[in-house]
C-alpha cells in the first residue's frame, strides 16, 4: 500500500470573475450615464462665435427656456422667486470670483427674458456676462 499525498490548497484568489463583473458594470454605467445628462431643453441660436476655453472652472449658467422659467446650472426644477438667481449668483462670485457666468436662452424667448437674466446677474456684481449660443454650420 502506498502513503496517500495530501493534496495541497490552493492560496491562490480565482480574480477572473471579479473582472468579469467589474466589466459588465463598466459597460453599464457607460451606457447609462449619458441618459443621466438632463438639463433644460433649450434651442440655442447659432453665431459664429470663440469657444469658451475648456481649462476653467465650470460656469455658472441661467438657462431660460421657451416658456420664458428660469433655471440655474443643471438643476431641473426652474427658480421659484426670480432674485434667487441674483443672491446665488453673489454667493458664488463671493466663493470664487474666476467664474464665468453665462445665460443660455432658447432662440424663440422674447428679448427681455434675456436681458432680465442679465440684470439679474449684473446686480449680483458680475463683471461679465457671457451668451451661450450654437456654433454656424458650414
Excluded: C
Aim: a negative charge.
Amino acid at each position: 500500500m502506498r502513503p496517500r499525498r495530501q493534496k495541497r490548497q490552493m492560496s491562490e484568489i480565482n480574480v477572473v470573475p471579479y473582472i468579469d463583473v467589474m466589466l459588465v458594470l463598466l459597460v453599464i454605467f457607460m451606457v447609462t450615464a449619458p441618459l443621466m445628462m438632463e438639463g433644460v431643453t433649450v434651442e440655442l441660436p447659432q453665431a459664429d462665435a470663440r469657444a469658451v476655453s475648456e481649462d476653467s472652472k465650470e460656469p455658472f449658467v441661467v438657462h431660460v427656456d421657451k416658456a420664458e422659467q428660469y433655471f440655474i446650472n443643471d438643476d431641473p426644477n426652474p427658480v421659484a422667486n426670480i432674485q434667487e438667481i441674483r443672491i446665488k449668483a453673489d454667493i458664488v462670485l463671493r466663493n470664487s470670483p474666476k467664474t464665468e457666468f453665462l445665460v443660455r436662452a432658447d432662440k424663440n424667448v422674447r428679448y427681455d427674458a434675456v436681458v432680465q437674466a442679465m440684470v439679474l446677474l449684473q446686480q449680483a456684481g458680475v463683471p461679465g456676462v457671457g451668451l451661450v449660443t450654437d456654433s454656424l454650420e458650414h
